[in-house]
């Protein structure tokens, strides 16, 4: 298959129904984990069993997503890249979960309602992913993938304030299940957003992107599943930073209480979860921005490998207050800055326009997997190997190794 690509930009009210939906994924995932399951798991288990709970039912939800999202996408492809009717059954299945998760009243209900959840809403996470390699150009990609990210980020602030505002158990899970289709709806109805076509997904020879697509026999797919070495550069970098910012968060109320010596860290956790998100936000956008427009990628990276380093080394060096928000300062900062560029760096080194979807699905396997190993990886070094100097001073070292595997990934300016 060949490809002539056009550089049709895609237009302000696209964009912004785009970051809705995201938005709306987002609240979908984060505020049922950061209250909603919590609150459950305690109410089914008790004082005593809650941690087990929620580590079982996060942990089977977390599996099922690492498989989800690239069976998603390559449900996506093999139907000649349409993503709409993906983003729909996925959402479905999601709302669907948070519905059994509203009338939960017993761990095997509160599991299978989380696996729905977890299942589903990787539908549409992997249409919206795959949408910017199909309908966004190269010039607009740092943007539009800033959005991605960002939008992530305020549907982690939403997700909680619907369910602190709304209430604990049934009323916050519907309140969600509402939230997440609402706020894809615009998505779905608008048309293509940049001359006038509604969103054809290949099935007129485009790929919904103003990619004129010819055919060249049938396809073979054992050939367009090849990775390609510059494709697993971009995977590994994406692994390693992802799994610096997970092994920040992951023990980060233990730390506070138990390293810096606060005696309010829950409060703590909600300020610095807070100045963390702020900076992300902004570097994010604004960096996705001055990417297009400089056509420079590789800039951002740098920066947040070098900023996520500096704040982790100073979380391991200097555990006092003042210090540790400048650290979340940088920490979000520096996740910002790679955030702005991400989709931009993973959709342009995509092996086939193909199997966009099942390679984006692999893709963010790099972001959940950090998820399930930072547990892992943590609690040894915390317990026995050093502690937490030894535990962010090795966060530091990822984020320097993601430095090192950068000057490999030729394809990137």
């Not at 939230?179 to 998505?187: S, T």
């Not at 994406?238 to 506070?256: D, G, K, P």
């Amino acid at each position: 298959m060949t490809e002539v690509v056009t550089e049709t930009p895609v237009r302000t009210r696209w964009m912004v129904a785009y970051a809705l939906a995201m938005i709306g994924v987002a609240a979908g995932w984060f505020g049922p984990i950061q209250i909603l399951l919590p609150e459950h798991a305690a109410r089914l288990a008790g004082e005593g069993g809650k941690e087990s709970l929620l580590a079982l039912v996060t942990a089977v939800g977390a599996g099922a997503s690492l498989i989800a999202n690239p069976l998603w996408g390559v449900l996506s492809d093999r139907m000649g890249a349409r993503r709409r009717p993906i983003f729909v059954a996925g959402t479905v299945i999601g709302v669907a979960g948070l519905l059994v998760l509203s009338a939960a009243d017993s761990r095997a209900l509160m599991m299978t309602g989380w696996v729905l959840v977890q299942v589903g809403l990787n539908g549409p996470l992997a249409a919206l992913a795959a949408m910017i390699g199909d309908r966004v150009p190269e010039r607009q990609r740092g943007t539009v993938g800033a959005l991605f990210g960002v939008a992530q980020i305020v549907g982690v602030v939403l997700g909680t304030a619907l369910a602190v505002a709304v209430g604990q158990g049934a009323p916050g899970y519907i309140a969600v299940a509402v939230a997440v289709p609402a706020l894809g709806a615009a998505l779905l109805l608008l048309r293509d957003g940049r001359d006038g076509r509604d969103g054809r997904d290949g099935r007129d020879g485009h790929d919904g992107s103003g990619v004129a697509r010819v055919a060249a026999g049938p396809t073979n797919w054992s050939v367009l599943l090849r990775p390609g070495a510059q494709f697993a550069w971009a995977w590994l970098i994406r692994f390693l930073l992802n799994l610096v910012n997970a092994l920040v968060l992951v023990y980060l109320f233990y730390y506070l209480s138990d390293r810096v010596g606060v005696t309010d860290a829950a409060t703590w956790v909600l300020i610095l979860t807070v100045v963390n998100v702020l900076f992300a936000g902004l570097f994010g956008f604004a960096g996705g921005v001055l990417s297009d427009r400089w056509q420079r990628r590789k800039v951002f990276v740098v920066a947040a490998g070098v900023i996520l380093a500096a704040g982790t080394t100073l979380m391991a060096l200097f555990p006092v207050v003042a210090v540790v928000i400048v650290a979340s300062v940088l920490v979000g900062a520096g996740w910002g800055a790679y955030v702005a560029v991400d989709m931009a760096v993973i959709t342009h080194v995509l092996p086939d326009a193909e199997t966009r979807a099942t390679m984006l699905g692999v893709a963010n396997i790099a972001g959940t997997l950090p998820q399930l190993l930072a547990p892992v990886v943590a609690a040894p070094i915390v317990t026995r190997l050093g502690g937490y100097p030894a535990l962010y001073l090795l966060t530091a070292g990822f984020a320097v190794l993601a430095l090192l595997c950068l000057p490999r990934l030729k394809a990137l300016s």
